[in-house]
């Protein structure tokens, strides 16, 4: 059975820091893309992070760049997201995602075959 558990979200100010933690368990998860997705409230899911398997290859959202960095260590089967200068508009639902035997990044949530439950990340102002 597989599972995602997240966990690193909480209640920051503005400018402040939060490292996300998405542990992963019944895949191989040194084989699999990972990504980072947030859902605010009354929006659509949004992409904000990818890395493939071997940590090379690295993208994130236009919004995010320079502030968040997305990482991982296959030794604990960890994705990591580091997130930096968080502003209000940071505030959503942060899901992690994982798409097994793929050595490609995504962008797109339908390329992800597994996902956490969420943690929530609020930014005051």
């Known amino acids: 059975q597989v599972q995602l558990v997240e966990s690193g979200g909480g209640l920051v100010q503005s400018g402040g820091s939060l490292r996300l933690s998405c542990a992963a368990s019944?895949?191989?998860?040194?084989?699999?893309?990972g990504g980072w997705f947030r859902q605010a409230p009354g929006k659509e899911r949004e992409f904000v992070a990818t890395?493939?398997?071997?940590?090379?290859?690295?993208s994130s959202a236009d919004s995010v760049k320079g502030r968040f960095t997305v990482s991982r260590d296959n030794a604990k089967n960890t994705l990591y997201l580091q997130m930096n200068r968080l502003k209000p508009e940071d505030t959503a639902v942060y899901y992690c995602?994982?798409?097994?035997?793929?050595?490609?990044?995504?962008?797109?949530?339908?390329?992800?075959?597994?996902w956490g439950q969420g943690t929530q990340v609020t930014v005051s102002s």
């Open positions: 890395i493939s398997w071997s940590s090379v290859t690295r």
């Open positions: 995602a994982v798409r097994p035997q793929s050595p490609y990044t995504s962008r797109l949530p339908d390329d992800y075959d597994y």
């Open positions: 019944g895949l191989t998860f040194s084989t699999c893309t």
